[in-house]
């Protein structure tokens, strides 16, 4: 490759970056279905590792609910980017359509989830079990509630 032809490729792949809208963080939409997915997965990971405390179905150990509460509580801003426009296609998902045709309430699910999650994170550093328990049902039920209405199964 020459020299010239190295400045031309530069140039014509940040033509390219810059040429996306400005709201746009993924350079496919591929990509940010992977990205969604990647971390909803996470997420669960890390979310059902308290659940199962919580239901008794592993002992309860107040330090490794109060690491995977934080992973939750700071992982809880990222997927929604995942989701801008013309990400309804690009990849297999199963994201509804209504994801893009009432952002307002998707929008307002994302919320819920992410000030559950932050609860859920503080309520484990209390360390006591049963304050677990009340911050974690509300946090499962904006899950439940948003995958119901917003994700096919
Ligand atoms: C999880 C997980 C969900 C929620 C939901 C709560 O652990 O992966 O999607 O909890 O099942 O009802």
């Not at 971390?39 to 995977?68: C, T, W, Y």
């Not at 819920?112 to 499962?140: N, V």
Request: charged share 20%; with cysteine; aromatic share 8%.
């Amino acid at each position: 490759m020459t020299l010239k032809t190295l400045v031309f490729s530069v140039a014509t792949a940040a033509a390219t970056v810059l040429a996306l809208p400005a709201n746009a963080q993924f350079a496919k939409a591929e990509d940010a279905i992977k990205y969604r997915q990647s971390s909803l997965f996470v997420i669960g990971e890390h979310f059902g590792r308290i659940g199962a405390m919580v239901n008794g179905k592993l002992p309860f150990d107040a330090k490794a609910a109060q690491e995977n509460a934080d992973i939750v509580a700071a992982m809880a801003a990222l997927p929604w980017a995942g989701f801008g426009p013309g990400t309804d296609k690009g990849a297999k998902h199963k994201a509804k359509p209504s994801v893009w045709t009432e952002q307002a309430k998707f929008k307002e699910h994302a919320q819920t989830f992410q000030t559950e999650a932050a609860k859920l994170a503080a309520a484990t550093k209390s360390g006591d079990l049963a304050q677990i328990k009340t911050a974690f049902g509300p946090a499962a039920q904006s899950c439940k509630t948003c995958h119901d209405a917003f994700r096919n199964r």
